[in-house]
């Protein structure tokens, strides 16, 4: 069975540190995502990454960035973790070709805390 | 992207069909329209797709109108395991490069 796995379902940080949210695929998807979702406001995109070492910003980058140094692996990296980055945090993959590869492979999630 | 609207929230019974409408006016010639699942503390799940007319999988089916304002997900005879938040998107899906943009979706309650 395909998936997307996220290396930690939880996890507790206090502010200011740096984060890691690690995200693997096996399905040697091109495109990776990050969204993190919030009560109320629906899943939001961060960053998105088309190929090995790109990156594009999505709709709300700040206080983010990634890391796409493997095609399976996507990395989102709080600089310096805030109570306000405290979410659920979803990845995703896609191919980016036929016909017969529809939709995103989204993992289950990564429920960060910041205190 | 064109943008969707949805039902905030829907309740129903099990056995019975369920029609979640999604309106997007302003679809593109090149758009599709997508339907995902989410159940609570996991991601969204794929479940249908389609351009025009109708689309109809194991899952549900997906109606859209000729003029491609709307679309319809139907899910048959519905159970306690349906009960989920469903999304609607649209867009260019022939290359699987776009980013998704999720609206807050359409709350399924489903009850004995």
């Known amino acids: 069975d395909v998936k997307v796995t996220q290396s930690s379902r939880y996890l507790v940080k206090r502010t200011g540190e740096k984060v890691f949210l690690e995200c693997v695929q096996d399905?040697?998807?091109?495109?990776m995502f990050w969204y993190r979702q919030d009560p109320g406001l629906g899943l939001r995109l961060i960053y998105f990454?088309?190929?090995?070492?790109?990156?594009e910003k999505g709709d709300i980058p700040e206080g983010y960035s990634v890391s796409r140094e493997k095609k399976e692996r996507f990395s989102l990296i709080l600089e310096s973790a805030s109570t306000n980055q405290t979410s659920m945090y979803l990845c995703?993959?896609?191919?980016?070709?036929?016909?017969?590869?529809?939709?995103?492979?989204f993992g289950s999630g990564t429920r960060l805390t910041v205190v | 992207l064109a943008k969707t609207t949805q039902p905030i929230s829907m309740d129903s019974y099990e056995g019975q069909e369920v029609n979640i409408t999604c309106s997007h006016n302003?679809?593109?010639?090149?758009?599709?329209i997508t339907w995902y699942q989410q159940f609570p503390s996991q991601g969204p799940r794929f479940i249908i797709q389609g351009y025009k007319t109708k689309v109809t999988n194991e899952v549900a089916s997906l109606f859209i109108p000729a003029d491609r304002k709307s679309s319809t997900l139907s899910l048959p005879r519905v159970s306690l395991s349906d009960t989920a938040v469903y999304y609607c998107l649209v867009g260019e899906e022939d290359t699987g490069r776009r980013a998704l943009t999720f609206g807050s979706g359409t709350r399924l309650q489903v009850q004995p």
């Open positions: 995703a993959s896609s191919s980016s070709g036929g016909a017969s590869d529809y939709g995103y492979t």
């Open positions: 990454s088309y190929d090995v070492k790109m990156k």
């Open positions: 302003n679809i593109a010639t090149n758009d599709y």
């Open positions: 399905m040697d998807h091109e495109n």
